[in-house]
């Protein structure tokens, strides 16, 4: 099971630290990833991810350099640090699991069994 929080509203430039908890595995075990849709969005985003057990880290465009994807193995939870936030961050973002990713399909959700309910972010001013 995973469970979002710490979404919620920002002027932009702002900061906002998502929390994946993780619970039924051990989240170093799995690729850990997260999404986002636009409000009346059919497509899920990829943001970034953690590959897990090869330690390797993913992002896209719009999150490289801004978002930071880490674990707290104490705590079998993953975070997505966000900076400087936009308004076209806007999203409900997910965090989503998987016991293996293919670094060349991280950000397809389709590869994805596992998935939060997700939590709103929302960027105005």
């Known amino acids: 099971q995973l469970v979002e929080s710490g979404g919620g509203s920002v002027q932009p430039g702002g900061s906002l630290r998502l929390s994946c908890a993780v619970s039924g595995f051990t989240s170093d075990d799995y690729a850990i990833a997260w999404f986002r849709q636009v409000p009346g969005g059919d497509e899920r985003e990829g943001i970034a991810?953690?590959?897990?057990?090869?330690?390797?880290?993913y992002y896209s465009d719009s999150a490289q350099g801004r978002f930071t994807i880490s674990r707290d193995a104490a705590k079998n939870t993953v975070y997505l640090q966000m900076n400087n936030l936009k308004p076209d961050d806007t999203a409900t973002y997910y965090c989503a699991g998987e016991e293996f990713v293919d670094g060349d399909y991280w950000s397809n959700d389709e590869w994805y069994d596992y998935w939060g309910q997700g939590t709103q972010v929302t960027v105005s001013s």
């Open positions: 991810c953690d590959s897990g057990k090869d330690g390797l880290t």
